[in-house]
């Protein structure tokens, strides 16, 4: 079978040189070039390396007002939330022996604390967004948040969840986004379904298939927290995208577009993936990119990758992978060509 080839741009880092992008016929087009170096086509079987090589599940990023990079992950060993520090979003990546949320909160248990993502509200104030598995209902995760003074914390969980709509399957995944052009700002977040699934893969591989819509929810900038209107449905799974739509994660290019990344299909599936949506209006209709994943087993040896996360503003992106921890930090940058996305690492 032939080599997967993919169009790129190509940056160099401290890392290594490894790209993500739709599948392209064999000659680049000029359109494609931009200022981080020429177009070029790569052998997606090219082997790519973790940014940091511990189980790190779900990973966010987001640089601090000194400059720093930080990442943040899923539970794992005897942290509820993870983090790394680097100079760069390309690393080298430092683990940190801390955990960001020692309580996460009265209406939680206190396990299987996921996917964390933390922005910036004002000088000297941080929110964190995060799922939190209930106390009395364990089979349920719904949206927690929680503040703190600095990034790294430790951050005080509300007393009640930032949404639980236990009547769909709860909820999971939320991503903060702060559009620069209208001072507004969202979440988004998986509506979690599956969890009142049927059976088979991740719980709704067994007809009928219950939704699992990406929900946008309108916050008020000031606390990043205070609901503002109700939430939107953004996308929803299809056929193509197996049980499940998951790990929204929403940005917006210079040039005005909105660019939805999102995963399918079940985590511990090797058809698990990351793929992406666009939409001139935040509230969409967004429309699926043409020509399957972005990124996909295989590509690059990898195994699984998805639960991407964007850099504010894009340009660079960190997702998880199948590694021999567990579940390892992956990067790659990327540029979007009118409504097409061109990823480099």
Known sequence: MPARLLKLLVVQSHCSQTVLSQPQDASPSPSSTAAAG???????????????????????????????????????????????????????????????????????????????????????????????????????????????????????????????????????????????????????????????????????????????????QEVAPADGISHVGDPVQILDRTDADGPLVEAPDLVRTANGTFVLFYSSHCWVSDQYSVSYATAESIRGPYRRAPGGPLIRTGDFNLTAPGGATSVEGGGMMVFHADCAQGRCMFGAGFEVDGESVVDVS
Request: with cysteine; charged share 15%.
């Open 38 to 216: 020429p177009a070029v086509l790569v052998d997606a079987s090219t082997a790519k390396a973790p940014l940091l090589s511990v189980d790190f599940p779900d990973p966010s990023i987001l640089q601090d007002t000194d400059g720093t990079w930080y990442a943040f992950a899923t539970a794992s060993g005897t942290k509820n939330i993870q983090a790394a520090r680097a100079s760069a979003p390309s690393g080298p990546w430092t683990y940190l022996d801390q955990d960001l949320l020692p309580s996460p909160g009265p209406w939680t248990d206190g396990r299987n604390t996921w996917a964390p993502d933390i922005r910036i509200v004002a000088p000297g104030s941080y929110v964190m967004y995060y799922s939190g598995e209930l106390a009395n209902s364990t089979a349920f995760h719904c949206i927690g948040a929680a503040t703190a003074s600095t990034i790294l914390g430790p951050y005080t969980a509300t007393a009640s969840p930032f949404a639980c709509p236990l009547g769909q399957g709860g909820a999971i995944d939320p991503a903060g986004f702060y559009d620069n052009a209208t001072a507004r700002r969202y979440v988004v977040y998986k509506v979690d379904g599956n969890s009142l699934g049927h059976g088979g893969s991740c719980n709704n591989d067994v007809a009928p298939r219950v939704p699992t819509p990406i929900m946008l």
